[in-house]
């Protein structure tokens, strides 16, 4: 059963030079206790994706068609109080890429952390909540939480900012967890330490995970499916092991293929010309016609479909499934 | 035309570089009067050398000292103390005390593509000015020279006279090689030249870099946080940990044995996609890196060491060969 | 903003400025903009050609004409008469020139001497910077008008000493602007790039870093430009300024004081005028800012 | 933080101390002989002399400088040479009745501009907001001696609602005598509950209030929009509403808080402003104020009341920069630049 | 904790913004009655009568009192005084002092207080002591009697009438008594509080000599009410809220008259404004060009348009009403071709040379008439700057040792510091070492020499000392060391219900209170 369903998702903004396409996703499912890995560069819509779920756009953002389906309620409906009494904050919740701008500045952790558990637990008196509070703090493996709670979030560090920023988004009890590129911003060794909180809490509390990365190495230890972006557009999703050694859009395997493993030490990295297309200005076709070494005249003409390769993989192409 | 690096031992080729006990220690200002009370080791005593044609990989968490040594090797910062000696010729503390002939030997490639050119500046005038400013190029001759330069690097001669906000990273990235390239310089300092561009124009600067190494026998010292491209690039690898080196060697050699707990947290710690498709898992490393204004008295990995005992707190382990000599390492269990 | 990493299209937007059509485009894109734009283009037009577009250029230059006070505005005298005759419309385009000049004089010496210095105490730091930041910060720890006041007050008021006084009393927050430009951007990467190219720091300064911190100090300037105009008339308000019986905006609106009860127009139409020219430059300076600095701060 | 204080205090001490001597060496070259203006345009050379001696002025230049430094330090800021009385007396005279017109001005800033930026901001690009940028950016290029004036020409000329200028009905100071408490008017007769005094007073203050705060309040407004704007596009933002934390808390407890600090910082600096502004606006209004002694002073050239203003405004300015730095200071994250660079 | 704080600040706001609403409209009915004289600017600088030598003599006239004062048709009036002798030789005067008279502080006025208070004046030597030249002594010499002393005859009676110096007052208070501000006399008003730059309030003395009439409805407080913007001034009055307005703008007199409500009092006053003429610097060092500058100012423009007819063309050196003015003195008046004719008499027959006017700052008047100067200069080729400056510039400039430096044209008012016309001829005519108020720096031992006789001679026969006067204007006006532009009114307006107000011009601009009372209901 999807806890989450996204059909023919797109995502405009308006600026100052024009209307930006940010996003556009045909079809991407979310099982229940599932981690699904979103991939893509910097620019390709990973975020607006994330804020996209969680009702957050800026205000010049806005989804201009499709669904987002959480158990049957489409989110992009709701109005944005209706979304945020109901699902928001209480069924899905979201961490942030760089913990540090994510944490409040001017509050002690105490003051953050208990004020998001007296929100969803109004009934708690004070005693309670900071028990609640410790819990919390326990629960993210958090060492001395006594000490943590009095300290602002400037006086820790990185990957403790990660775990209280975690802590304040389990406390509401949400079942869906966004985590937009949640260790980005950390050295690898701690990020190793998050990805295991990650999954230990999936098991834990039966957490559905969007995981955003932009290191498909990253999503693919932690993740049973991944989804590719490039240039906003979802152009390949499936069984993360499966996109990985059977990838079969252009993108995903020219990507795979230019990244500097050990075994290519001493080969020449295979070239991938161009750049991507300016979300004022997407092509009409296929979005990686540009760059892409198996174009046909097609794909600059038409918008590719999605196409399915097996079962949950899915490929966005015009020759979609078959190799060269 | 490409060569195995593997075969490029230290030993073996003819010194370029040598780095002697250089330390780097920023004040802290404190107190009424502003007056300097503590001091920040980004760079504790770290002795090296760097053949002709090699390149050396330095890794290390952030905040560990690996920019701010390439900075001092560059002169962008003066070192507290210590040696840099570049064909034996001691390079002096500063850039100042630098003579343009020493300066064109040492060049550098910024991380920011974006900032580390002169956004008001044409290409023309980005990659020329080091002619200009050495004399090695005058009038419409430098016009001729940044062409044959830009193409070098794979840019359109055509384009000399864009500026580079028109230029994609990877292209900008090109730009600033050119840039280094333009005084024919013995040695350049990667500061973690790929990570602010998208993956696939990685490969690029990653070729280009190979090509042009070799072209001219270049030696690099590469500068990343990502793994992979440091032992896609680099002949020998140096781990550093709060300021110093805890490990150094040939790069395959210290993949394979990853004699320094650090080494082997680092390593295990990083997911990679091998070209099987089979994907590595990731183990953490517990515990937080120490502040660098106090650093511990012993073995500065101590607090964070699985392999920890009582005299690590005390004894601080010395940079020493394990197997090979040309592989050193600072633990005192290595052996164990 | 870490989440939003994928609005990079607002920085490409950014990077786009530095083609200065999409630059114009942008900035006239806000209609307030464009039309602060053509109003101080037309001011600038009525300043230099005052003599052939005032009705009585006579006036303008002071002449008086006593016979014909304080007639109300007419299809004669559009903004009616002041107390000695003249026509106030064309009192009003004359002083187009002085408040014009006087924010264009005051803020170009005041650049003169805050970039320089600003620079240098920017780049070196170290003992200069220490002495022009202490001298800045006797500067800022006051209002400019009150530095005015007090230095037109010692110098003796005249339109010129005006001008000393808030050359005074701005340079210094130029100085500080520039300054911390300069500070940021002799870290940026190309400063070191060009260091190690061996670059001569002289160079550096002013072709590298110096086109690079200009932007800001180019808005602040245009929000002062009209800031100039309402100290200089508040000086001349106060008699600290401008003389009789020059066509100053301030000290028209300062005799008009009087006559408020039977002469409306004598004080409302020059006090519109300045309203209209500041109004206009700010409404410059806030499109500049929009543009060059999305994430603005009010000074 | 006490460090971080008095290093400030050190800092604005030296900043009092260099307007000190600037002003007093400005009013020591300026080609105007005091000892004239004591003792008059008829007065003989003996008396001329005689006034040199008793003013001092026949002592070299750093005796008078010293002198003047430890009469300051005293609180003696020597005589007006036009009143003949303490120039501290004068001040201390003039210094109540502005400074109730800041207080006020200010306050009415503060609520009515961080309300009206606010709003401003999480109305964003509606017609409200583009009314109250344009509004404020209108006020901010209005020269105040002339919104007094059509501020008098409207509400007092025309429609009669206020009075024109002046603090009180002088009347009413016979027939209600003001009890002095803290030397503040309105303050006084509030504390005293003279509120047929009271309530003359606060009319009488409308319009000087008004046209005094309408540059902080626009200000204030611009100032709380942009930053709001900002903080409301942060990360911790999104954080709180992503956690489920209801839309008031997010705004008046989340975002306010990063906001107040910066407002308030301006807003004391900008209050240094409304003090000078006062020069213009107790002219129009007549008002008995520091603003009305410097204007007086300075039509007469009376050089020890024009430095002993400069130096109170100097005092004043320093202050309220020190009261901002304490508002910066009290933000943990400034806590953070000290101890951890 | 911080929402509960804002609340409380915007309610006391409301509060403060709201009550006027609910009390300030209704005007206190049981208010005492009071008169409000409202000037332009803080009459009060000098607090101690012996030093005070500007506009505090609004204030001063009503709380201390001389011995005699010069009443509006020049008669002079006893007030501390009752009686006076003069002996035959002129050179000893006695007063006999009212009896009973009391200070504000309670104490009885003796002949000693009096004769000690004018002593301290003399001693203190400030302000317009300069009028006592000549006297050797005063003292008393009984419980009432006064007498001076005199090196050589004087008009003694109009030095004893004097606007300043001759307040006696209560001796036995120090200096910084007086300046605390404190006044202690024996005027019908006494001092009760001061505001500065807004306003003093007197208050009736019940125990004036001169005792309150029952039948009229004198006033229990008297209040002098700066305000400084004329509009303010004039609204005041027409709404009520004051009661005499001091020099209000020649303009707003028209809306002024068509009230109802408003009485206007129009009197020549002895103010003349002057243009003194740099006598010691080319090209004004000519005489002819002096005359030709005095054809070229425009008095009929300026007396209608400036003044708007509240002023006349001045004639000679003294004002019509002052003794010792003479009706038959020579006037220039506007006659460019009578004026091209002596410039070229001069040597500058089409002008060719600029001058510098220097007037103060903020002066109206003065900056007007100098447009309309410029104007009238600029027809016959003489290029007229008009600077604006303060009081203080103005006369340092003109008070420069060398005389090529000084302006060449310095507007000046003048007007009488006792009932005498010494002050014009002497201080603006008679030569000077160091300039004082000879701006023009004229000096000719003619004209010094009939000065002094007719000041020596004026104690003895004011007839032979106009002789002698008008002797000296004559050469003065032929030698036109200054322009003698107009002679002012005072203008004052006030309400029609309050009566008793008349203009005396030899105190300018004080309002005698005592003579007040309401009229109507």
Request: charged share 20%; proline share 6%.
């Amino acid at each position: 059963m999807n806890i989450l369903e996204i059909r023919n998702l797109s995502v405009k903004a308006r600026t100052i030079l024009g209307t930006a396409s940010l996003l556009s996703i045909q079809v991407l499912d979310l099982g229940a206790g599932e981690i699904l890995g979103i991939v893509g560069e910097s620019g390709s819509g990973k975020s607006i994706l994330a804020l996209t779920i969680m009702g957050l756009l800026p205000t010049n953002v806005r989804a201009t068609s499709g669904s987002v389906t959480y158990r049957g309620q489409d989110l992009l409906r709701s109005s944005a109080r209706g979304l945020s009494a109901r699902i928001r904050g209480k069924e899905i919740t979201m961490i942030f890429q760089d913990p540090m701008a994510a944490l409040n500045p001017v509050f002690t952790v105490r003051q953050l952390l208990e004020e998001v558990i007296k929100e969803h637990h109004p009934d708690y008196d004070s005693k309670r909540v900071r028990g609640a509070a410790l819990e919390m703090l326990q629960l993210v493996k958090l060492g001395d939480p006594e000490v943590t709670l009095q300290k602002y979030p400037h006086e820790l560090s990185g990957g403790m900012r990660q775990r209280v920023l975690i802590a304040m988004a389990l406390s509401s009890g949400a079942k869906l967890l966004v985590s937009d590129e949640a260790t980005r911003a950390l050295d690898v060794t701690i990020q190793a330490g998050i990805l295991k909180l990650l999954e230990d809490l999936r098991n834990k509390l039966d957490l559905s995970t969007v995981f955003i990365s932009s290191n498909i190495a990253l999503a693919a230890t932690v993740c049973e499916r991944i989804g590719v972006l490039y240039a906003g557009e979802l152009i390949e999703s499936g069984p993360a092991r499966e996109v990985i050694a059977d990838s079969r859009h252009p993108y995903t395997r020219s990507f795979l293929a230019s990244l500097p493993v050990p075994e290519r030490k001493g080969q020449p990295l295979p070239i991938i010309a161009g750049r991507s297309p300016d979300p004022l200005n997407r092509p009409r076709g296929c979005s990686f016609a540009g760059r892409c070494p198996i174009v046909e005249d097609r794909c600059r003409a038409e918008k590719p479909p999605m196409l399915q390769v097996s079962d949950g993989h899915d490929v966005l192409c015009h020759k979609g499934g078959t190799h060269q | 035309m490409t060569r195995d690096s593997g075969t490029t031992g230290a030993l073996s080729g003819d010194t370029l570089l040598r780095v002697e006990g250089l330390k780097k220690y920023f004040p802290v200002r404190g107190g009424f009067w502003q007056r300097s009370v503590k001091w920040v080791r980004a760079v504790d005593s770290v002795t090296f050398n760097i053949n002709r044609g090699e390149v050396l990989g330095l890794v290390g968490e952030s905040g560990c000292g690996k920019t701010t040594l390439a900075q001092m090797i560059v002169g962008i910062y003066p070192p507290t103390s210590g040696r840099i000696e570049l064909d034996g010729i001691d390079l002096g503390k500063s850039l100042q005390s630098r003579n343009l002939k020493t300066k064109r030997k040492v060049q550098i490639v910024f991380q920011d593509p974006f900032w580390s050119l002169n956004p008001r500046k044409m290409v023309r005038d980005i990659v020329g000015e080091p002619l200009v400013v050495h004399g090695v190029a005058l009038g419409s001759t430098v016009v001729r020279k940044v062409g044959d330069l830009l193409e070098m690097v794979g840019i359109d001669r055509a384009r000399l006279f864009s500026y580079p906000h028109e230029f994609s990273g990877g292209e900008r990235q090109r730009v600033a090689i050119a840039r280094a390239l333009a005084l024919n310089p013995s040695l350049l300092l990667l500061d973690e030249p790929t990570s602010s561009i998208d993956t696939l124009s990685q490969a690029e600067i990653l070729n280009l870099l190979i090509e042009v190494r070799n072209r001219f026998s270049l030696s690099y010292v590469l500068i990343s946080h990502d793994l992979s491209v440091v032992q896609y690039l680099s002949d020998r690898i140096a781990v550093m940990y709060l300021g110093k080196i805890v490990e150094i060697g040939d790069t395959r050699r210290v993949f394979r044995a990853r004699l320094h707990p650090y080494t082997e947290a680092l390593m295990a710690a990083v997911p990679m996609i091998h070209a099987s498709g089979e994907v590595s898992d990731v183990k953490p490393l517990e515990g937080h890196v120490p502040s660098a204004i106090n650093p511990p008295p012993g073995c500065r990995f101590e607090a964070r060491c699985y392999k920890r005992q009582d005299v690590c707190a005390v004894e601080e382990p010395p940079l020493r060969a394990i197997e090979d000599p040309e592989h050193l390492v600072a633990c005192h269990f290595t052996n164990v | 903003m870490a989440v939003s990493g994928d609005l990079t299209f607002q920085r490409r937007a950014g990077r786009a400025l530095e083609s200065s059509r999409t630059f114009v485009k942008l900035l006239f894109r806000n209609r307030l903009t464009g039309a602060a734009f053509v109003v101080v283009t037309l001011l600038v037009v009525v300043a230099l050609l005052a003599p052939v577009l005032a009705p009585y250029p006579d006036d303008g230059r002071g002449v008086v004409n006593p016979s014909e006070r304080f007639q109300k505005p007419s299809s004669e005298h559009i903004f009616g008469t002041d107390d000695m005759g003249r026509d106030i419309l064309s009192r009003v385009i004359f002083g187009t020139r002085i408040s014009l000049s006087i924010s264009l004089v005051t803020i170009v010496a005041a650049m003169l001497i805050a970039i320089p210095l600003g620079v240098i105490a920017g780049y070196f730091g170290g003992f200069i910077d220490e002495i022009l930041m202490r001298i800045t910060d006797v500067f800022l720890s006051f209002p400019p008008l009150l530095i005015a006041i007090v230095v037109a007050s010692f110098l003796g008021p005249s339109l010129e000493n005006a001008m000393i006084a808030i050359v005074i009393a701005w340079w210094p927050w130029y100085s500080r602007v520039i300054r911390a430009q300069v500070m940021a951007a002799k870290e940026r990467p190309y400063v070191s790039a060009a260091r190690c190219i061996g670059t001569s720091d002289w160079k550096i300064m002013f072709s590298h870093i110096l086109p690079n911190t200009i932007a800001p100090v180019i808005i602040q300037a245009s929000m002062d430009l009209g800031c100039v105009i309402l100290t200089a008339a508040s000086l001349s308000f106060i008699g600290l300024g401008a003389q009789p019986p020059q066509p100053e905006w301030g000290l028209i609106v300062s005799s008009a004081r009087t006559y408020i009860l039977d002469a409306w127009w004598y004080s409302v139409f020059p006090g519109l005028a300045i309203l209209v020219t500041v109004l206009s430059f700010n409404l410059i300076g806030d499109g500049l800012r929009e543009v060059l600095d999305p994430r603005t701060r009010v000074r | 933080m006490g460090k971080f204080l008095a290093r400030r205090l050190f800092t604005g001490a030296f900043v009092l101390f260099v307007v000190v001597t600037v002003a007093f060496l400005l009013a020591a070259v300026v080609p105007s002989d005091p000892a004239e203006k004591w003792v008059g345009p008829h007065a003989t050379s003996e008396q001329k002399a005689a006034a040199r001696i008793e003013l001092g002025l026949d002592k070299p230049l750093v005796v008078r400088y010293v002198n003047y430094l430890v009469n300051l330090v005293k609180g003696d800021m020597g005589m007006s040479i036009v009143s003949h009385r303490p120039v501290s007396v004068e001040l201390a005279e003039a210094i109540p009745n502005t400074l109730e017109l800041v207080i006020w001005s200010v306050a009415l800033a503060f609520l009515a501009g961080l309300f009206l930026g606010v709003y401003s901001a999480y109305k964003e690009n509606t017609a409200l907001d583009h009314f109250s940028r344009f509004f404020s950016i209108s006020i901010i290029s209005t020269p105040s001696f002339w919104l007094a004036l059509i501020l008098q020409i409207i509400f007092s000329s025309t429609l009669h609602w206020l009075p024109l200028t002046g603090q009180m009905d002088t009347v009413l100071k016979l027939t209600h005598p003001l009890t002095e408490v803290t030397g503040l008017p309105l303050l006084d007769s509030i504390i005293t509950g003279n509120w047929t005094v009271a309530g003359n007073l606060a009319l009488h203050m409308v319009l000087p209030v008004l046209t005094l705060s309408s540059f902080s309040l626009a200000l204030t407004a611009r100032m709380t929009r942009s930053i709001l704007l900002e903080v409301l596009n942060e990360d911790y933002i999104r954080a709180a509403r992503a956690y489920g934390l209801k839309e008031r808390v997010v705004l008046w407890r989340h975002a306010i808080k990063n906001v107040i600090g910066t407002v308030v910082t301006m807003l004391a600096l900008s209050a240094g402003n409304a003090l000078v502004n006062t020069f213009v606006v107790e002219a129009v209004f007549s008002w008995p104020g520091v603003g009305n002694l410097i204007a007086r002073s300075v039509m007469n050239l009376d050089y020890p009341a024009i430095i002993g203003v400069t130096v109170f405004a100097a005092i004043a300015y320093v202050l309220l920069n020190l009261v901002a730095d304490i508002v910066i200071a009290l933000d943990p994250r400034v806590r953070l630049a000290q101890g951890g660079n | 904790m911080k929402r509960k704080l804002m609340a409380f600040l915007g309610l006391a706001l409301a509060v403060t913004l709201l009550l006027p609403g609910l009390t300030g409209c209704k005007k206190a009915a049981e208010a005492p009655l009071s008169v409000t004289y409202v000037l332009y600017a803080d009459p009060m600088v000098d607090w101690d009568p012996a030093r005070s030598w500007a506009a505090e003599d609004v204030m001063m006239q009503n709380v201390y009192e001389t011995l005699v004062r010069v009443g509006p048709d020049g008669k002079y009036i006893p007030l501390l005084a009752t009686s006076w002798q003069e002996s035959e030789d002129h050179l000893k005067w006695t007063f006999q002092l009212r009896e009973g008279v009391k200070f504000h502080s309670g104490k009885v006025l003796t002949a000693q207080m009096a004769a000690d208070s004018l002593n301290r004046t003399l001693e203190m030597g400030k302000s317009a002591c300069y009028i006592w030249d000549g006297v050797e002594e005063i003292k008393a010499v009984g419980e009432l009697t006064l007498e001076f002393v005199l090196e050589r005859p004087l008009p003694l009676l109009n030095v004893v009438s004097a606007a300043y110096a001759a307040y006696i007052y209560d001796p036995s208070h120090t200096t910084e008594w007086y300046t605390a501000p404190n006044a202690d006399g024996t005027g019908p008003y006494k001092f009760v509080s001061y505001v500065r730059d807004s306003e003093v309030i007197l208050q009736k003395f019940p125990d004036y000599w001169g005792g309150w009439p029952a039948d009229k409805k004198t006033f229990e407080y008297a209040i002098l009410k700066v305000v400084s913007e004329a509009a303010t001034r004039r609204q005041l009055l027409t709404n009520g809220e004051v009661d005499i307005v001091e020099q209000v703008p020649a303009d707003d007199l028209a809306a002024l008259a068509a009230d109802p409500n408003i009485k206007i009092s129009n009197e020549p006053s002895y103010q003349q404004l002057y243009a003194f003429l740099n006598t010691q610097k080319p090209p004004l060092n000519n005489k002819y060009i002096r005359q030709a500058l005095s054809y070229l100012m425009p008095y009929e423009d300026i007396i209608r348009y400036v003044m708007l007819d509240t002023a006349t063309q001045a004639r000679g050196v003294v004002p019509p009403t002052l003794w010792g003015h003479n009706p038959d003195a020579f006037q220039y008046t506007y006659d460019e071709a009578k004026a091209k004719e002596l410039l070229a008499l001069g040597g500058k027959p089409n002008g060719g040379f600029k001058l510098l006017y220097t007037y103060t700052a903020g002066d109206k008047n003065e900056q007007r008439v100098g447009e309309l100067f410029k104007d009238a200069l600029a027809r016959v080729g003489i290029e007229l700057e008009v600077r604006g400056m303060t009081v203080d510039s103005k006369y340092n400039l003109a008070r420069d040792p060398d005389p090529l430096k000084r302006q060449d044209i310095t507007m000046l008012y003048w007007w009488p510091d006792n009932y005498d016309p010494q002050g014009y001829y002497y201080s603006q005519f008679h030569s000077e070492e160091e300039v004082g108020f000879n701006l023009g720096g004229y000096s000719s031992p003619t004209v010094d020499a009939l000065i002094e006789e007719a000041i020596d001679i004026s104690g003895t026969s004011i007839e032979a000392a106009i002789a002698k006067y008008h002797e000296a204007e004559t050469i003065i006006i032929e030698d036109a060391p200054a322009i003698f532009i107009y002679c002012e009114n005072y203008v004052r307006p006030y309400r029609a219900d309050l009566m008793g107000f008349v203009e005396n011009p030899v105190y300018p601009n004080v309002v005698f209170f005592y003579d007040l009372y309401k009229g109507g209901d």
